[in-house]
């Protein structure tokens, strides 16, 4: 399977715990996506990065959200004190370039 | 905030018939459109996209329409099958950086 895959595909943890969630890109991708999907909502713009530069974040992402791509091919995203309001969908997506993104599976989180 | 996102806008269709899902968008600017289509517990995947050069494009059993006067998006669904249910999503192109997704519509194919 050469599309976008996202790692681990659900995760269960307590409030205050922190968790990093893996993307691995459609392979000749340069840019890849971060998005947030809560139930009933279109999936919301988290960051971006191009290579390995970070160009662009939205304010949705507070300050105990980290995102890195050290090598321009995979990203992290770290949510450190996981609060019940960061329950979501994780999405991840790549392109080539500012045209269309592929999505991969998600990361469902549910924070007890 | 509001519980609008709780409420997906529905859309009931008989299997055979044409289905219309239908999308305003926010930004006169935007010059990029894409469909996507989402199943349960999946990512979206995307159908058909447009740019704003365009009025109309068509793929397989699915077109796009583009009204950028009243910044309206159509998706039309020929011969729908019980396999196109899933929740739509409109998304336009934001300066080429991100897309900003509309609130989503469930389509329900009827046997």
């Known amino acids: 399977d050469t599309g976008v895959s996202q790692n681990p595909r659900h995760k269960i943890t307590k409030r205050g715990q922190n968790v990093t969630f893996r993307c691995d890109p459609i392979s000749e991708h340069n840019r890849l996506y971060w998005y947030r999907q809560t139930l009933g909502q279109g999936p919301e713009f988290l960051t971006y990065f191009q290579n390995e530069a970070q160009l662009e974040k939205s304010r949705l992402l507070s300050d105990r959200f980290s995102a890195e791509r050290p090598k321009g091919s995979f990203s992290t995203l770290e949510i450190q004190r996981t609060e019940q309001g960061d329950s979501a969908m994780y999405l991840c997506?790549?392109?080539?370039?500012?045209?269309?993104?592929?999505f991969g599976p998600g990361t469902r989180l549910t924070v007890l | 905030g509001e519980s609008v996102g709780l409420h997906l806008p529905t859309l009931s269709v008989q299997e055979g018939d044409n289905s219309i899902i239908n999308c305003a968008y926010s930004?006169?600017?935007?010059?990029?459109f894409i469909w996507y289509k989402q199943e349960s517990g999946k990512g979206p995947q995307f159908i058909i996209d447009?740019?704003?050069?365009?009025d109309k494009r068509q793929g397989q059993r699915v077109t796009v329409l583009l009204n950028k006067t009243v910044k309206h998006l159509s998706l039309q669904i020929a011969a729908t099958q019980p396999g196109d249910s899933a929740v739509y999503f409109c998304a336009e192109n934001n300066y080429g950086q991100n897309f900003v997704f509309g609130p989503g519509t469930r389509l329900s194919v009827l046997p």
């Open positions: 997506a790549s392109s080539s370039g500012p045209d269309t993104q592929y």
């Open positions: 447009i740019r704003s050069n365009m």
């Open positions: 930004n006169s600017a935007s010059d990029y």
